[in-house]
């Protein structure tokens, strides 16, 4: 009750909730950049995930050159943790304190074979704005028992669905989803309208189809998440 009175008076007086949530109260703006780079401002702190060369599936699109306090990568693959923005660069699975998150890197294969094919990956699990994350935008790996430990329940899960070598099927990520009961799911790592040349992942269409009973919601390009974020399970097509 406090929480949304709170947020009625301020909308009323003309503070939008993206401006609430960069004041580092409660909640946070979620804002894409295409194929799995979002920029997550709130809590005191803009956390970056896998900046991205022009390559691959993500050609075409404009490289996120940005600043960030922390920049959370699953690989250090052109194409979902390039060098092209400004801030802490985390890759290696730790434990870190930075910008006043605490902030866990699980290694967990990047591929369907234990690694043998393209690595390890890197899965990320903080708290920012009152708000539990996971991402999970680079795997194609099953969670092990203790990778979901590790994981918890987030309130905003972020997780490929593409498919291809590297990233999870439509199906694969939707089971993911449930098995951690997040809360809201951003999908990345998939492809709208003709892939581009050398690219092996897909659209969003089979992770929506395989979860049927969740709300959908076209979300554009930014998103504001505050919480308490409920129980039901809500996708968040941010393109």
Request: with cysteine; aromatic share 4%.
């Amino acid at each position: 009750m406090g929480l949304s009175l709170g947020l009625g008076l301020a909308l009323a007086a003309g503070i939008s909730q993206p401006a609430l949530a960069q004041r580092g109260g409660g909640g946070v703006t979620i804002t894409s950049y295409g194929h799995s780079a979002l920029l997550i401002q709130g809590g005191g702190a803009r956390v970056l995930l896998n900046p991205f060369q022009a390559v691959g599936c993500a050609a075409g699109l404009a490289e996120p050159r940005l600043s960030a306090d922390v920049i959370l990568a699953s690989s250090r693959l052109k194409d979902e943790g390039a060098p092209v923005a400004r801030g802490t660069f985390l890759v290696k699975p730790g434990s870190y304190r930075l910008a006043g998150l605490k902030i866990e890197g699980i290694s967990a294969p990047h591929d369907r074979v234990g690694g043998r094919r393209f690595g390890n990956a890197t899965l990320w699990r903080w708290r920012q704005g009152g708000l539990d994350f996971a991402h999970l935008g680079g795997t194609a790996g099953s969670l092990s028992p203790s990778d979901r430990v590790l994981l918890g329940r987030p309130d905003v899960l972020i997780i490929g669905v593409g498919g291809g070598g590297k990233v999870y099927t439509g199906q694969e990520a939707a089971e993911v989803a449930r098995e951690l009961q997040a809360r809201r799911v951003i999908p990345v790592q998939y492809t709208s309208g003709k892939p581009p040349a050398n690219c092996d992942q897909g659209p969003v269409e089979p992770f929506v189809q395989a979860m049927a009973g969740a709300r959908v919601r076209r979300s554009g390009r930014t998103i504001t998440v505050v919480p308490p974020v409920g129980d039901g399970t809500v996708i968040e097509l941010m393109r």
